[in-house]
């Protein structure tokens, strides 16, 4: 993940380590907090979003994870991972804790913050039925994502919609690389067979082995 | 283990590590093997091209929401929050410092005020210890000598000391003026010492005693002593 440089008053150098910015946020230094906050809140935010399904509770997640950084900075023990991965754990608790609280219930939002963007945008080379068509589906694969057990919607969002390669997502869930292969081939697998309906295959991986 | 196993077997791997071709790129020999089955199965070839049009799907959804982020509420309630944090802790920190600098100072000012009052006891105790200096005898006001009336003690009279060294200045008299005075041995009646600014008890005012009288060069008692062999 790349480093932004500060906006306005807080300058910070782009290539200050993590763990020499989290050392000074915990004496007290603000900037160092903020730059901290704008190098993992996009990546954080995107995937508490497609994990949770909504914006609110994305941002409450992304919340809930800089105060424990706050709060306990010291919990964070640089030799035994990237502060990138222990954000992502922490990321990764709330969402369990978000989804025990409110089961699935609220679908994945489909504005951006900006201009309620949808997914399937009208385009001169579609007709309405094709466009409808295409919303319909990536409606159906939107939900076919949010029912995946979560060890394999994280392999999915990561890998898929995030497009990690499988390196970054085996540190970001801190895992092995051959953990993420294998829930992606279980998650790619659940949701062929959730999405059967649509396609025309006829037998398909065994998702349920 | 037969062709139709050996088929089996290949569409499993398929599954595991052809739908990702993408992914095992680098691994030439087995991305080969791979195509080499798509060809071959037709029912993997349906699998691959269902899934890239999944993948289609879950790529244009990602894209959707690629640039997303918290919005700046998030990034201010957690300054703000850090603010809190940081400003409380600051702010303990100096009042625990400013507690104890303040409790320094308070010994500190107990300290110099015990030091000057002992200080000031001290000189003024030397002052009148200095005071009893006259002529080549000792006048002192201290009230730890003994009464100069043995026989009325506990009067409430100008006490004189009974020690033949010391002379008690007389009433009106400044310490210090009678450095060429004379000692003069009179005997008197108790009650003329009245008349001097002594108080004198009634009981024993006839009574005879010998008095030494300090005497100034104008002629002027200054002060007085009982010597032991007067008696009463």
Same mark, same amino acid.
Request: a negative charge.
């Given at each position: 993940m790349t480093a932004r440089v500060a906006s306005g008053d807080m300058k910070i150098d782009p290539i200050v380590t993590d763990d020499v910015l989290l050392r000074k946020s915990a004496r007290g230094d603000e900037a160092a907090f903020t730059e901290l906050y704008r190098r993992y809140q996009a990546p954080l935010f995107r995937f508490a979003l497609r994990m949770a399904g909504n914006r609110w509770a994305a941002e409450e997640i992304v919340q809930d994870v800089f105060m424990t950084l706050m709060r306990d900075p010291k919990k964070f023990d640089v030799e035994r991972g990237t502060l990138g991965g222990y954000l992502y754990g922490i990321a990764r608790n709330r969402i369990m804790k978000h989804q025990e609280r409110l089961p699935r219930e609220l679908p994945l939002d489909l504005e951006v913050e900006e201009g309620n963007a949808t997914l399937a945008k009208w385009s001169d080379e579609k007709t309405p039925a094709q466009w409808a068509e295409l919303k319909q589906r990536r409606e159906m694969v939107r939900h076919a994502v949010m029912q995946l057990p979560v060890e394999f919607r994280e392999a999915i969002v990561l890998c898929e919609l995030e497009e990690l390669s499988y390196e970054e997502a085996a540190a970001a869930l801190?895992?092995? #690389? &051959?953990? #993420?292969?294998?829930?992606?081939?279980? &998650?790619?697998?659940?949701?062929?067979?959730?999405?059967? #309906?649509?396609?025309?295959?006829?037998?398909r991986v065994s998702a349920g082995r | @283990?037969? =062709? !139709?196993?050996? !088929? %089996? @077997?290949?569409?499993?791997?398929?599954?595991?590590?052809?739908?990702?071709?993408?992914?095992?790129?680098?691994?030439?020999? !087995?991305?080969?093997?791979?195509?080499? +089955?798509?060809?071959?199965?037709?029912?993997?070839?349906?699998? +691959?091209?269902?899934?890239?049009?999944?993948?289609? *799907? $879950?790529?244009?959804?990602?894209?959707?929401?690629g640039n997303a982020e918290a919005s700046g509420r998030v990034e201010l309630r957690l300054r703000q929050e850090f603010r809190n944090q940081h400003g409380t802790t600051k702010m303990r920190r100096a009042a625990v410092i400013a507690?104890?600098?303040?409790?320094?100072?308070?010994?500190?000012?107990?300290?110099?005020?015990?030091?000057?009052?002992?200080?000031?006891?001290?000189?003024?105790?030397?002052k009148s210890s200095g005071v009893a200096a006259v002529d080549s005898q000792k006048v002192t006001q201290q009230a730890k000598s003994s009464a100069i009336d043995e026989t009325?003690?506990? *009067?409430?009279?100008?006490?004189?000391?009974?020690?033949?060294?010391?002379?008690?200045?007389?009433?009106? *008299?400044?310490?210090? @003026?009678?450095? *060429?005075?004379?000692?003069? !041995?009179? %005997? @008197?009646?108790?009650?003329?010492?009245?008349?001097?600014? $002594?108080?004198?008890?009634?009981?024993?005012?006839?009574?005879?005693?010998?008095?030494?009288?300090?005497?100034?060069?104008?002629?002027?008692? =200054?002060?007085?002593?009982?010597?032991?062999?007067?008696?009463n």
């Open positions: 801190e895992c092995p #690389i &051959g953990t #993420i292969r294998s829930r992606l081939h279980r &998650g790619r697998a659940l949701l062929l067979a959730k999405l059967e #309906i649509l396609r025309d295959v006829p037998k | @283990m037969n =062709e !139709q196993e050996k !088929q %089996r @077997m290949r569409c499993e791997e398929f599954e595991i590590a052809g739908l990702d071709l993408g992914g095992i790129a680098g691994n030439t020999a !087995q991305e080969e093997e791979a195509r080499e +089955h798509l060809r071959e199965c037709p029912r993997c070839a349906a699998l +691959h091209e269902n899934w890239q049009l999944l993948r289609d *799907d $879950l790529r244009a959804i990602g894209a959707e929401t507690s104890w600098a303040l409790a320094a100072a308070a010994l500190l000012a107990v300290a110099v005020t015990w030091t000057n009052w002992e200080q000031a006891k001290r000189n003024a105790f030397t009325a003690p506990g *009067d409430e009279t100008l006490l004189a000391s009974n020690d033949s060294e010391d002379f008690t200045l007389l009433p009106g *008299d400044v310490p210090g @003026m009678s450095e *060429d005075g004379t000692v003069v !041995q009179v %005997r @008197m009646q108790r009650g003329a010492l009245g008349a001097l600014g $002594l108080a004198v008890n009634e009981e024993s005012a006839t009574d005879w005693i010998q008095v030494d009288l300090l005497v100034s060069e104008d002629g002027q008692p =200054e002060a007085v002593r009982l010597p032991q062999t007067s008696g």
